[in-house]
């Protein structure tokens, strides 16, 4: 057991902290994020070999995004302060490369959004 003044010179890490600790909170962060590109207007695409581009369909979109729901689902944490602290950077980054900030062909984890000015 730590003395108290032991734990007064080393406060305990923060949620934000610990939160971006492990693999599953980078998975849950880009889950977080492609579910907000995949919930807009935007065409999306997976780069392929070269210059190749797979547009994801309209009628593939549900199926995607229930892909992505599942992953949410596994790797977002069950605690409130940490899972506020995953959606806050999912929010940050889609925010960062949102399209009124960005070129055409952002690259995301999977999907790549296209904008057109």
Known sequence: MRSPAAA???PPPD???TA????????CVDA????EVLGGDWKVYRAGPGNERTYLNDRDRPAEIERLSRERDANCSDEPGVLAAQKRRARELFQA???DRSR???WLADWV?????
């Open 104 to 106: 055409d062909g952002v």
């Open 8 to 10: 007064a010179e080393s």
């Open 113 to 117: 959004w296209v904008w057109r000015p």
């Open 15 to 17: 949620v934000a902290e």
């Open 97 to 99: 490369l949102s399209p």
């Open 32 to 35: 977080l994020f492609q579910l």
């Open 20 to 27: 971006g600790d492990s693999r599953d909170d980078a998975r």
